[in-house]
């Protein structure tokens, strides 16, 4: 016997159309966003970034510090996350059951499909580094990060590669190559950001994981574009 539908109350209705920007946020923080980064808009990224980033998923976006390739990939995520909790919440009004809206809004989130993964490469790489200092090993801490990098069903999101702490004998260039072998030979959709141009990303990471990474997701050089960290800067000392 199928249970019967619950009807959806009129307050229990508003109370789900205020939590929309609470949904998102949830989402936000489940990627892995920094509180920071949470606040880019679309509507706030500089022309000449909106003008250059492709249509598709994987692609690299290189370019001078400060000029807000990770603003703008943050504000992407968002775009989606508004986009899924809109059409995930009209499904659910539609459907006329006040159950799963009244657990939403008890949550304060809604599960969405797909779940990106965001990370900052020199923090990850970092905490993996500390954690080689612990109790475990260099391969049991590879295994820890590749469960979380490898799934190919899921957009993997890189920020800041190039940017980590370096030191002799290091593995975390073996550990990015890995990364990008993996989701080269599944295709597994991929954006990135470097302060790095092609020939930084050459000399560190060295020519076969730049060419793998080039081919899955190819690089848009970001050229002639001002520090807006300065600039804002400047703005509150005038």
């Known amino acids: 016997m199928e249970r019967a539908l619950e009807p959806i109350p009129e307050e229990l209705l508003k109370a789900f159309q205020d939590q929309r920007p609470a949904f998102v946020e949830a989402y936000l923080r489940a990627v892995g ?5 949470r606040t880019a808009r679309w ?11 492709p249509k598709q998923w994987s692609f690299g976006l290189c370019g001078g510090f400060g000029i807000g390739k990770t603003f703008a990939v943050s504000a992407m995520v968002r775009r989606i996350a508004e986009r899924a909790t809109e059409e995930h919440m009209t ?3 539609e459907a006329g059951n006040a159950q799963p809206i009244r657990r939403a809004v008890e949550e304060q989130g809604i599960y969405l499909r797909p779940w990106p993964s965001w990370i900052n490469w020199p923090e990850s790489t970092a905490k993996a580094r500390a954690q080689l200092f612990n109790r475990y090993t260099a391969g049991e801490v590879e295994t820890w990060i590749l469960d979380t990098l490898l799934d190919p069903g899921r957009l993997l999101i890189l920020d800041d590669i190039g940017a980590e702490a370096v030191t002799a004998q290091d593995w975390v260039g073996q550990l990015l190559a890995r990364v990008i072998d993996e989701r080269h030979r599944h295709q597994g959709a991929t954006c990135w950001t470097s302060n790095l141009d092609a020939k930084g990303l050459v000399d560190r990471y060295g020519p076969r994981t730049f060419s793998r990474l080039q081919d899955l997701a190819p690089i848009v050089q970001l050229t002639k574009m001002p520090d807006l960290r300065l600039q804002n800067s400047h703005r509150k000392a005038s």
């Not at 966003?33 to 980064?37: D, F, W």
């Not at 509507?43 to 980033?53: E, R, T």
């Open 33 to 37: 966003i920094a509180p920071h980064e």
């Open 43 to 53: 509507d706030h990224v500089p022309d000449l970034i909106k003008k250059s980033l």
């Open 91 to 93: 499904r659910l009004i």
